[in-house]
């Protein structure tokens, strides 16, 4: 009955080769959200979609981009992953956005670049 | 951006006591919510504080908050092994940027 899936759970890329990571939802929630957390710090928000609204945060870099081809699934494009995007990434959802909504999270994609 | 910021960084304690972790945050916010992150998992929404509220249970869990201080704690009573993870607190700004933003945790370590 997992509700926020992410694929894969571990990820290796090369440098400069562009990778896609995958975010499926069962909750039907309106809104989907990507976070990449290093190691030992916060979860940082890169973007996030409300229905197919797309949110980006101001100092998420160009090389990040997102698709919601529909309500149930998003992807995480790096078009050019370099040294300093290995992190985890985490995919999380809420029914809307705001803080009196619990975010559901999937238990992220680990990207290494070789 | 506003962030909130945890205390201690790093907890070990022996398994059956109480754990106290601190989070306290910049500006005004509309509520504040406290996840746990198992090593290597998601995060899991554990309660949700809103600013008019003092203090808040759900099983084991006790969080408080306190706006003139601006500062929230969560304590869980008689820990478990299984209760070893990283605690992170979450606040939405006041301002309304409707996201939220997270602390960079306590990681609590208990020990049997």
């Known amino acids: 009955d997992a509700m926020v899936i992410q694929n894969p759970r571990y990820q290796v890329t090369q440098f400069g080769k562009p990778v896609t990571l995958s975010c499926s939802q069962t909750?039907?929630?309106?809104?989907m959200y990507w976070y990449q957390q290093k190691s030992s710090q916060a979860p940082k928000l890169l973007f996030h979609?409300?229905?197919?609204?797309?949110?980006n945060e101001a100092d998420t870099p160009d090389n990040f981009q997102s698709r919601r081809p529909n309500t149930s699934f998003c992807f995480l494009d790096i078009r050019s992953p370099g040294l300093g995007d290995a992190a985890m990434y985490l995919c999380?959802?809420?029914?809307?956005?705001?803080?009196?909504?619990?975010?559901?999270f999937g238990d992220g994609t680990r990207l290494s670049i070789l | 951006s506003q962030q909130g910021e945890e205390d201690p960084q790093a907890l070990s304690i022996q398994e059956g006591e109480n754990a106290t972790m601190n989070c306290s945050y910049k500006?005004?916010?509309?509520?504040l919510q406290w996840y746990r992150q198992n090593s290597g998992r998601g995060l899991v929404h554990l309660i949700l504080?809103?600013?008019?509220?003092r203090e808040k249970h759900s099983g084991r869990l006790r969080v408080t908050l306190d706006t003139s201080k601006k500062s929230s704690s969560l304590l869980i009573t008689a820990s478990r092994a299984a209760d070893t993870a990283s605690y992170f607190c979450a606040t939405e700004d006041r301002g309304g940027a409707q996201k939220l933003v997270f602390g960079q945790g306590t990681r609590l370590t208990i020990n049997p």
């Open positions: 500006t005004s916010i509309n509520n």
């Open positions: 909750l039907n929630h309106n809104v």
């Open positions: 504080i809103r600013s008019n509220e």
């Open positions: 999380a959802t809420s029914r809307s956005t705001g803080g009196l909504q619990p975010q559901h």
């Open positions: 979609y409300y229905d197919k609204d797309f949110n």
